[in-house]
Every structure is written in structure tokens, then in C-alpha cells.
């Protein structure tokens, strides 16, 4: 490689080259012409020749075009380092509010993509969601007119926890906003939501609105903005909102409140609404024991609303661990295998063989308990919205999944959800029971965990283990056949007391035959 301080020193330098190699190639090769020869030593200099030239004395040099090969290594360095970085920054742990997954959204798009209102970067400007901005903004003005504060303490107080804020989101859909649209963003959703939770708990007429408006009120679209809400990737980090409460109650520490509006405006969608005495709530509590029990409020590291939502779900149970004892039977690291979920047989085999179903008096739906032969369930009601309700539970997290695959194998068949229905287990506002069914067998289609990791692992057991004793089927088959009804039982009895009768006859005949009378 050649460096020239001045541009005519490499003119010259060019053609001294170029004629010195002329001449040498003309006396190698004389058959050639003049003409080939000085174009064959063109493409070698164009090929072979790199040439830096410094640029007015200031020091930059130029490099010729480099090799693809080496560009491409050099592409992967680059993506290597970003990686690193990415692990040094921790970037994966502070990550809370996740894109779907594109296999889980395949048939049931609208379980996860909200159809009426947007909140945080992921769905931010959809031309079908625009609607709901124009009600946005009045919910922030009528905020500021009634609290009498500036928009720009709003905006301040976001700017402090913009970098935060945006962690909490994955891809590059949060990035690709600049600084004042993503502040612009957290303000405006964040006053909205709380708008409505505010609504749902002290009345919205209270804060302002008409009794007729058509967003602000507890009838209408309100269900569908729940559902909206309830979304994965539909939601705010639970810190954004307990920051801007807090500036509107002129309380900056307040903690806790935002989990608790959170809950009472979400609580039509919950799958249960089993009402629960004082005397019935303190045997469940000493029946669980407090060392297992947790509640949702007692720790703040609640990350957003779904999640307060799941934690209110799973209050004061048993959080689920792995069951050790059955890894005796079972490799430890074995990976979760889509063919070992089935955990129980369904409900018109269970029948067969002789397993009772009751409803069980509680209001934590999860709370399955089997003692003889008896399968107690808590209510589950399943309306419209139970489906995207489970389905963003289930890719959130993974505490409600041995529920749902407990009941998705309990229902095979509109049979068995029409005799849940009548045991007052299932109740439901679907078409028809083939439709709740159905429901549940989609559920888990593309969910694959592990059995042994399900807090109804032991239950499950004992119930296959009873029912693979035969004198149960037998005696529920009995049961069945002759004591169903009082007629069946009648005519039991009848072909009883007629065998006897016929067993006695023939004993005397006999009898009387032997030993005759004198």
C-alpha cells in the first residue's frame, strides 16, 4: 500500500507504473499489442492496487472498498457487541410488558389485540384506534380543570422516568418514539386510565362528566375497554400510574392506591363471584394456614395491572412449587412435553367410575379439593371475555395454567360441560354448551408446561388412582343401573324378593323330594 502527500505525485507515479509494466509485458509477450497489454495493466491496478491518499494534510485517510467477506464478519461483531451490551445493561430484567408471541396468535388475534382503546407504544396510532384519542384528551382536560394544575408538571414528572419506563417495553416499537411523543404518550394514557378508575369508585358524575357520556360511564362500551384493558400488551407500567395519582392527590409517596381502583374496576371480569360468610372465610383462612398465604397489596412490586389482576386471583392460596415427590418416577431435567399434560381423565369417564362432583363454597376458583371419591370445584363463570381474559393470564404467566389444563381435560365433550353446568360448577352466558367446550379446548393448544410443576399434580394422582380401582367402577355402574330412581329401585326390590322366592320354592322342592313326609 502506497501513501501520497499530493495528487500530481500520484498522477505520475500512476503512469510510471503503468509504463514500466507495459514494457515489461511487451517484451514477456510480443505477440500481444501495445493496446491489450496497457488494458490488461488496467484491471490489475483497479483489481489489486489500494491507494490512500491524505486529504489537505489534516491527518483522515481513505481506505479502498473492502471485501464482502470481511464486512460481513464485521456485521456480526457488531451484533455480538449489541448483545453484550444488552447483557451488561440487564436490559432483560427490567422487561415486564411483552409482544405475543406470533404462534399464539394464529385464530384468536382479537384475544390479544385491543379493538377499542390503545394504551402504551405497542398498538400507539393505529388508524382503527384513533377514535378513543379524542376522549383521551378530554379526560386529561377535565383532570387539570379539576385538580387546577399544569400540564407541565405532568410532563416534568415523566420526563424523570422516561428511561424507565421505556425498559419496561420490548422491541423497537418503544424506541421508534421520540422523547416528547413517548412522555406525551404515558401522560395522556395514564390520566385516562385512571379516569376510569376513579369513575368506576367514586362516580364518574362526581368527576365531571355527564350522566350520558358516552365513554366516561359504567354502561355501554365500558365491558369491551375492560377487556381492552385487561391485555398484555395493552398496558402501563404500575409505577407510571401511582406517579401521576400522586401528583393529581398532591401525594407523591402514595403507594398502593392504583392496585386497588385497579381491582375494583376490573372485578365483572372475574371468573367467580361465590359470596363468602364470615364464619365460612375464617375456616377456609385457618384451613390454609398463614405461612402459604400472600396478598397482593402486601408487596409493592406489582408490575402492572394484569398483574395485580393475577395476584388478586391468586390471594391468600398456596403458591404453586414443584412436587418433588413425583420426580421419583420421572427424569428432574426432563424438558416439558406437550404429550404428558393430561392430568386427569374427563368428567364422563370420572362418572364411569364412580367420582362425585360438588361445588365448592369458596371464592378462589383454583381451589380443586378431592376427598372419597368426591371432586369438590369452586363456581367458574365463563361469559364473552373469559377467553382473551385466560388466554393473556396464560402468556403473562404461568400460575394460571395448571387451572386451565386441569379444566381442559375435565371437558372433552358438551356432555361433560352440561353436567358441570348442573352441578353448578360451570355457569355460563355462551351460545350453547358445545361452545364452552370448545373454549377450553383451544385454550392450551400451543401451551406446553410441565405437570410436575402444577400444584394439582397431587390431586390428579389421587384422582386416577381412584380411578383405576375396579370395585369403584363397578359399584358406581350399580348404582347407576338399579338406584338412579325410585322406579329402578322398586324394581330391584321386586326381582329380589321374587329371586328369593323362587330360591325358596325350588329349596322345599328339593327337600320335600329327599326326605319325604311320614
Known amino acids: 500500500m502506497v501513501a501520497v502527500f499530493n495528487k500530481e505525485l500520484l498522477s505520475w507515479y500512476l503512469i510510471t507504473v503503468k509504463l514500466r509494466e507495459t514494457v515489461e509485458s511487451g517484451i514477456a509477450n510480443p505477440n500481444q499489442s501495445p493496446d491489450q497489454n496497457l488494458q490488461k495493466q488496467e484491471q490489475q491496478q483497479s483489481e489489486s492496487l489500494q491507494v490512500v491518499i491524505q486529504n489537505g494534510g489534516d491527518g483522515k485517510f481513505e481506505e479502498g472498498p473492502k471485501s464482502p467477506e470481511s464486512e460481513w464478519v464485521l456485521n456480526i461483531k457488531d451484533k455480538l457487541e449489541q448483545a453484550s451490551q444488552d447483557d451488561a445493561a440487564n436490559v432483560w430484567s427490567k422487561l415486564c410488558i411483552y409482544r405475543i408471541p406470533h404462534y399464539l396468535r394464529e385464530g384468536d388475534d382479537k384475544a390479544y389485540v385491543p379493538q377499542i382503546v390503545s394504551l402504551g407504544p405497542y398498538h400507539h396510532g393505529r388508524r382503527r384506534l384513533r377514535q378513543m384519542d379524542r376522549h383521551k384528551w ?24 422516561e428511561e424507565k419506563a421505556r425498559s419496561c417495553y420490548e422491541g423497537p416499537v418503544a424506541l421508534s418514539l421520540s422523547s416528547n411523543e413517548f412522555v406525551e404518550m404515558m401522560v395522556l394514557d395514564g390520566c385516562f386510565v385512571l ?27 365500558m365491558h369491551s375497554i375492560q377487556r381492552d384493558m385487561i391485555m398484555l400488551e395493552n398496558q402501563l407500567p404500575l409505577f407510571v400510574l401511582d406517579r401521576l395519582l400522586g401528583l393529581q392527590l398532591e401525594d407523591p409517596e402514595l403507594k398502593g392506591l392504583v392496585s386497588k381502583l385497579a381491582l375494583r374496576f ?38 402492572h395491572c394484569l398483574d395485580v389482576f393475577r395476584r388478586s386471583l391468586l390471594r391468600s392460596g398456596p403458591k404453586p412449587v414443584p412436587r418433588v415427590w413425583i420426580k421419583r418416577w420421572s427424569n428432574a431435567n426432563r424438558v416439558a412435553d406437550k404429550r404428558r399434560q393430561q392430568l386427569i381423565h374427563c368428567v364422563t369417564e370420572l362418572r364411569e ?134 322406579w329402578a329401585i322398586l324394581s330391584f326390590l321386586a326381582a329380589v324378593v321374587l329371586l328369593l322366592l323362587t330360591f325358596t320354592q325350588t329349596f322345599y322342592g328339593v327337600y320335600s323330594y329327599y326326605r319325604p313326609p311320614n
Not at 207 to 214: I, T
Not at 382 to 395: E, M, P, Q, W
Request: with cysteine; hydrophobic share 35%; aromatic share 14%.
Open 266 to 303: 376490573f372485578d365483572p371480569l372475574m371468573p367467580t363471584d361465590e359470596p363468602l360468610t364470615q364464619s365460612d372465610r375464617n375456616k377456609l383462612e385457618s384451613s390454609l394456614g398463614y405461612a402459604t398465604t400472600f396478598d397482593p397489596f402486601s408487596d409493592q412490586g406489582a408490575l
Open 353 to 486: 367410575a364412580g367420582v362425585k362432583f360438588k361445588k365448592r363454597k369458596t371464592d378462589r376458583f383454583w381451589d380443586v379439593k378431592f376427598e372419597d371419591g368426591i371432586l369438590s370445584i369452586p363456581r367458574l363463570l365463563v361469559h364473552d371475555g373469559t377467553k382473551s381474559l385466560f388466554l393473556n393470564l396464560i402468556a403473562f404467566d404461568n400460575d394460571i395454567t395448571s387451572y386451565v389444563i386441569f379444566m381442559d381435560n375435565l371437558i372433552n365433550s358438551p356432555a361433560d360441560v352440561g353436567y358441570l353446568h348442573y352441578c353448578g360448577i360451570i355457569e355460563h352466558w355462551l351460545g350453547n354448551d358445545a361452545e364452552v367446550a370448545d373454549l377450553f379446548n383451544r385454550l392450551c393448544q400451543e401451551v406446553v408446561f410441565d405437570i410436575n410443576d402444577s400444584y394439582l399434580s397431587r390431586l390428579s394422582a389421587d384422582v386416577n388412582r381412584y380411578y383405576d380401582h375396579r370395585w369403584n367402577a363397578w359399584r358406581a355402574s350399580l348404582k347407576h343401573n338399579y338406584f338412579s330412581n325410585p
Open 138 to 161: 378530554r379526560s386529561l382536560h377535565q383532570m387539570l380543570k379539576r385538580t387546577n394544575q399544569d400540564i407541565k408538571l405532568y410532563l416534568d414528572s415523566m420526563k424523570e422516568v
Open 195 to 221: 379516569e376510569l378508575f376513579r369513575g368506576a369508585a367514586e362516580g364518574f358524575k362526581q368527576l365531571g362528566y355527564p350522566r350520558n357520556d358516552p365513554i366516561f360511564a359504567m354502561r355501554g362500551s
